[in-house]
């Protein structure tokens, strides 16, 4: 757990204020880092801030500035920043509260724990926390954080609350437009019915342990293997299987692998209108396609 918080302020549910401070629910500490180094002399390559014309510059000679045309800017220092009064810069109003699934996954963007700051604050926290988990909605509201406006929801999780910020509806491209090149098909039947059992025989409690960062640690293994002046052990790739000549074909092949016997019967397997290229062998064992 983060030692200090990310922001600190209250979450304000009509005139209760609760103290709260919030640090980041995600860690990248085990992620690989890289930096650009010079080859010939194995130098790590530095960067300076150069003004054109002036040469490098001071960081305390650095301000932020808004381009209004071409080369003018309109300069804006941390103190004009802070002469912005937005009560939403220390307290995070809930105004509107939705059902738990009404949000499109689309718009969350980065997860928070949410903390009571002291003992004496944790009755109203538990409060809302209960409010929440009970009428299974979440709490929506704005928050600035490092000059960045956003709106949050405030949800009830296990023993306490998280906070994830979300996109605006501006930055959230259309479904609608994205997926317009997808085909307009009917899917047979069968097909379906197929998938379907393939999913619900696969269908677990999710557990994000069971999944491995494979290409972490290949990368891992090729950055030890050459600090160590040794050869880089192969990672072993999934076995391809042979060639599925249909959908069809695939479908029960893969619910009869996962079930570790024979393809269910029940339901018409039927082929698709559409058949692949079949394949035939020729006397001397090698494949050909049919023409």
């Known amino acids: 757990m983060a030692t200090r918080p990310y922001w600190s302020g209250h979450i304000r549910l009509s005139l209760v204020l609760i103290p709260v401070d919030i640090v980041p629910a995600t860690k990248s500490a085990a992620k690989i880092a890289f930096h650009q180094v010079h080859k010939p002399s194995g130098t790590r390559i530095r960067y300076q801030k150069v003004a054109p ?47 738990l699934h009404e949000i499109d996954p689309l ?33 929506l509201g704005q928050i600035v954080i490092r000059g960045k406006g956003s709106i949050v929801a405030i949800k009830a999780c296990n023993d306490g609350l998280t906070m994830e910020t979300l996109r605006y509806g501006e930055e959230v491209k259309r479904a609608s437009t994205a997926f317009k090149e997808v085909p307009e098909l009917k899917p047979e039947h069968d097909l379906v019915e197929l998938a379907e059992q393939l999913i619900e025989r696969k269908t677990k409690t999710f557990d994000p342990g069971a999944f491995k960062n494979s290409y972490e640690e290949a990368l891992r293994e090729l950055i030890e293997a050459k600090a160590e002046h040794r050869q880089v052990r192969q990672i072993e790739e999934p076995q391809k299987g042979a060639t599925v000549i249909n959908l069809m074909d695939a479908l029960r092949r893969s619910v009869k692998k996962d079930e570790g016997g024979t393809a269910p019967s029940h339901g018409r397997a039927r082929r698709p209108r559409k058949k692949a290229r079949a394949t035939k062998r020729s006397s001397r064992g090698t494949r050909k396609k049919a023409a």
């Open 53 to 99: 014309g002036i040469g490098p510059v001071e960081t305390d000679d650095i301000v932020k500035g808004y381009e209004v045309e071409a080369g003018k800017y309109v300069l804006l220092s941390d103190e004009d920043f802070d002469k912005i009064k937005l009560e939403a810069k220390k307290t995070i109003d809930l105004v509107q509260f939705v059902g």
């Open 107 to 139: 718009y969350y963007d980065r997860p928070f724990f949410v903390l009571p700051q002291d003992e004496a604050d944790a009755e109203a926290y538990v409060v809302l926390r209960e409010a929440l988990r009970k009428s299974k909605t979440v709490g």
